[in-house]
């Protein structure tokens, strides 16, 4: 019985201790610069690229809605990587559809990337159609229109764990590859982020005259 509630003691002792190791006892940093695309449709941070769009951030006004599916996830702006088919009226759709996003950014220790996704796709599609997120050319994500079931309804958040990166300045890279021959299949991205707490300096929280 005793060894039971020790260790009951001991696993919620962890418990907290993980939740406080969790959280940011300094300040919340946020390296990447317009990680919703608002000021990005001309311009802004990211480096952009696209075969058949020029970049792969759109506004409805610009690149329509696909029947009310496509979206931002905030504000009025998102990547929409893919989306291009080949078809009497379009013709002239290279293939394949590759779009980019990049940024350099600056981070501290123990970052962690997150972005909201959401796939479109129809009854007919390439399956391997894909979003492929790297961090200094180390892939951290990738996912395949195949495998996208999960993020068909609505966006999904997306985490991955940055620790393993010393802080310092690296470079976060969105890549998708699209099939126009088939259907267009889309990825929609909105709302990156890459987060650091930064501890406080030395004596702080102390009082006066000590």
């Known amino acids: 019985m005793k060894k039971t509630l020790l260790f009951g003691l001991i696993l919620a002792l962890m418990f907290v201790s993980s939740l406080a190791h969790a959280e940011c006892a300094g300040t919340e940093v946020e390296a990447v610069s317009d990680g919703s695309f608002e000021a990005s449709a001309s311009g802004g941070p990211w480096a952009a690229s696209s075969t058949n769009y020029g970049t792969p951030v759109c506004d409805v006004e610009n690149c329509g809605n696909a029947g009310g599916a496509a979206a931002a996830h905030t504000g009025n702006l998102w990547a929409w990587f893919g989306g291009a088919v080949i078809s009497d009226e379009t013709p002239n759709v290279q293939n394949p559809e590759v779009g980019t996003l990049s940024q350099t950014i600056d981070i501290g220790e123990g970052s962690t990337l ?12 390439t399956a ?6 790297t961090f200094d050319g180390d892939t951290v994500f990738s996912i395949t229109i195949g495998e996208a079931s999960a993020y068909a309804a609505d966006y999904v958040e997306v985490t991955v764990d940055l620790s393993t990166y010393a802080a310092g300045t690296h470079t976060l890279l969105f890549t998708s590859t699209q099939d126009t021959s088939t259907a267009a299949t889309s990825f929609l991205v909105d709302d990156v982020s890459v987060k650091y707490c ?13």
């Open 128 to 133: 391997a159609d894909n979003l492929v997120v």
């Open 114 to 125: 997150s972005f909201w996704l959401k796939a479109l796709y129809g009854e007919t599609f």
């Open 198 to 210: 930064e501890e406080g300096g030395e004596g702080e929280g102390e009082g006066e005259g000590e």
